[in-house]
């Protein structure tokens, strides 16, 4: 949002908040409280507002719910994307940008994927991902809309909601500050891709604005930089710690512990952003400590 109202842009929000926050939306945007399953209200938001791009967030967001409630997943990622395009598509939008996933269309991958890999999703979360992808290229074939699909790696940052099953940077650096022991699944040499939020939101803004040479394309959005989750633990306990002590307390952060590994869980998965650069001219600009140590400050902040 904030990257919008810098453009110049007068962005709306529509939100079920079932996950996000209105704390974390300016109070001059618009704020519609409607589901994207309920075609009804979203028909009636896009009467009133008739939005000339749409940046399509709202999701159904953890793997592992995907798992347990495939049903649900596809009625929020797969019928309630539909319902976005078809609001768009019918008032005129000339763009839609889509929140989808490199982290889990490409798979276990060493190397930074490029977008041509071949896509291995594995759980209804990422099915629905890929499928939102070919449903929006659709929409670009006959429905006159334009389409970019974000494949996002490991977002993270100080906004990140810490009561989710996902967002390990968010639920670690939440606990730590509390003084509670971190747990890492399994023995924790997960490789993750982290790429920070703001540096996401002005992807999402340039996807939005920029003249294509094609109606649809998908453009992955991460570092191409490989840390595994022992390392996160490692940079977050002495940022935190530091934190701590800055505000006065005496508090030592426990040592993590090692739990059971999480079933499923990928050993390794990098995405490259060269082609971001050359389509969007988009490169992430925060490196991975500097945003961990706004990150934890940022989070330090409300636990004061
Ligand atoms: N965070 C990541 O690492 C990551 C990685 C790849 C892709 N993504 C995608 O990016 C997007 C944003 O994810 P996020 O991590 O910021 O999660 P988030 O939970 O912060 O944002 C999702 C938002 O969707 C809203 N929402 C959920 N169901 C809704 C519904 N039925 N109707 C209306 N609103 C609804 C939630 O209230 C929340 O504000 C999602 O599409 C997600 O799949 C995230």
Redesign the pocket.
Known sequence: MDALLARGHSPFV???????SRQNLPSDVPVFE????DSAKLSHVFDEVKPHGVCH?????SVSRSMREPIFDAE?NIL?LLNVLEQSARVGAQRVVF?????VLYGDVSTPATEDFPKRPISPYGIS?WVGEQYLEYYTRERGLQGVALR?????GPR??PH?E??VVAIFCKAMLAGEVVTINGDGRYVRDYVYGPDVASANVKALEIPLNQSFDAINIGTGIGIDVNEVAEKLAGLVQLELRNQGSSLQIPHWRHGVPRLGDLRSNLISPIRASHLLGWKPEMSFDEGLRETVSRFGLKSV
């Open positions: 529509i939100d079920n908040f079932c996950l996000g409607v589901d994207i399953r967030q709202a999701a159904q967001v929020v309630g929140a989808s996933s490199g982290g991902k996002y790696s490991n977002v993270y990140q909601n989710g996902a967002g």
